[in-house]
């Protein structure tokens, strides 16, 4: 591959910005919406005699955002393969940024009853909508722009972006957690989502100067016609090995969402100091993340994600085992070892190591079906963990589900290959050829 141009390499760096700036508003938008489903939505849109069933009710809203996530990486997915990976992405940050801020003005259970939680849910619905065909799109973008050597690089870029809007997103609700009860729940929870139509904007007007993937304007002329029966008859077990390393966000879901709930809800932690832990370990992510892109690109990705991956497996004990001490410097320590580091590992790889396992005809259909479907579970984990607690203190099965869960991810990695490997170089191809 020839290297590429200085131009090439600014517009490389630009597209890696206005996707870097698009991921802070598509997890700025999902994880201001889990803080506010874990403190404050089972009081305002689900007012029940029941807390536990309040909360329930609340997490799993978060989870039906999930749901809607496979549509939208169908719908966009087709529009990318077909029509190009900015045009879509240019339709996705709106639909996020609207359903946001739509959110901070709805009304609460008390004035308007059953539509409030309704109207809620509809929002979440757009915002997964928006969310399927986003990353991807942006992830996309930024590895077909990219030097043909720091793919993972230039990618991981796009996951500090989503660091930084979890940041973002944590640290907007630390201040606000210190307002009294009747301050949040009357107008506090509102601001986080309103302020969400800032960086809508800037990030509107940073993307538009982005050009179009030259991979995709290369072979613009040979797009397939339907990217998804494509998909699944010629690369279906590029799509079953990604749904199945996909699993590994799940991880984030048990700390960002379940931890921070189960500690401030059922272990008496204090809400800032848990929401301290999660934005330190994203703080240490942001640094974490383009060093294991650095390195994936030199030793490979399949290690290195494989090799997180199983670290997390033994993180999440960890982690659940220190909200129940009750104390901060080890529930911080162990936030962040897991989230800041070892599941840094995996996060900051997958744009780029799940795309190379797809031909450029069916990329952005393949890997956002595949992941979005995986994603699902990460999205309804919260709930299922907390329905694995039983009275609120069993967590080793809590633990078991996600360990298993990144237990799997690291086998996929394992077993996986990229789509332009020729056969011949293929394990299974070998023993063939000696047999």
């Known amino acids: 591959m020839n290297t590429p141009q200085p131009d090439n390499r600014s517009m490389a760096r630009r597209a890696a910005f206005g996707s870097f700036l698009g991921s802070v508003v598509e997890y700025y938008d999902f994880f201001i919406y889990g803080s506010a489903a874990a403190l404050v939505f ?57 359903a946001t801020f739509t959110i901070g003005l709805l009304p609460t259970h008390a004035i308007i009853g059953a539509w409030a939680p309704a109207l809620l849910v509809l929002c979440r619905l757009l915002q997964g909508l928006s969310a399927g065909g986003e990353q991807v799109g942006a992830s996309l973008l930024t590895m077909e722009h990219a030097p043909g050597k720091n793919k993972a690089f230039y990618t991981s870029w796009l996951i500090n972006g989503a660091s930084m809007g979890s940041i973002l997103a944590t640290s907007v609700f630390i201040p606000l957690s210190m307002l009294s009860e009747e301050q949040l729940l ?74 921070l709930s189960w500690a401030t809800n059922n272990q008496q932690v204090d809400r800032a100091s848990m929401l301290s832990a999660i934005a330190a370990s994203q703080v240490v992510a942001l640094v974490c993340q383009p060093l294991f892109g650095l390195l994936a690109d030199r030793i490979g990705k399949k290690r290195i994600f494989a090799a997180g991956s199983l670290a997390c497996c033994a993180g999440v004990f960890l982690f659940l085992w220190s909200i129940t001490t009750g104390q901060i410097g080890l529930i911080i320590f162990s936030t962040v070892l897991l989230k800041g ?92 050829q000696r047999a």
Not at 62 to 84: E, N, Q, S
Not at 412 to 417: H, P, V
Request: proline share 6%; hydrophobic share 55%; charged share 15%.
């Open 186 to 259: 009357a107008w506090g929870w509102r601001i986080p989502f309103l302020l969400s139509a800032v960086m809508v904007a800037i990030t509107w007007i940073i993307r538009r100067g982005v050009d179009e993937s030259p991979e995709f304007m290369a072979k613009k002329h040979d797009a397939s016609q339907i990217p998804v029966l494509e998909m699944f008859s010629k690369e279906w077990r590029a799509f079953v090995v990604v749904f199945c390393c996909a699993l590994i966000c799940s991880v984030s879901s048990l700390v960002i969402i379940f931890g």
């Open 42 to 98: 089972n009081k305002i849109f689900f007012p029940s005699d029941d807390p536990m069933a309040g909360t329930l009710a609340a997490l799993a809203t978060f989870g039906v955002g999930y749901i809607a996530r496979p549509i939208g990486a169908l719908l966009f997915g087709h529009l990318g393969d077909r029509l190009g990976r900015k045009q879509v992405l240019m339709m996705t940050l709106l639909l996020m940024g609207l």
């Open 341 to 432: 580091i070892v599941y840094s590992a995996p996060n900051a790889l997958w744009p780029s190591f799940y795309a190379e396992m797809f031909s450029i005809r069916v990329r952005y259909t393949g890997v956002g079906l595949a992941t979005q479907l995986s994603f699902i579970v990460a999205g309804f984990s919260p709930s299922v963990c907390y329905a694995l607690l039983g009275d609120g203190h069993a967590w080793l099965p809590v633990g078991y589900f996600i360990g298993g869960l990144a237990l799997v991810a690291a086998i996929a990695a394992l077993l996986s290959r990229p789509a332009s490997e020729p056969a011949a170089e293929r394990p299974h191809a070998a023993l063939a």
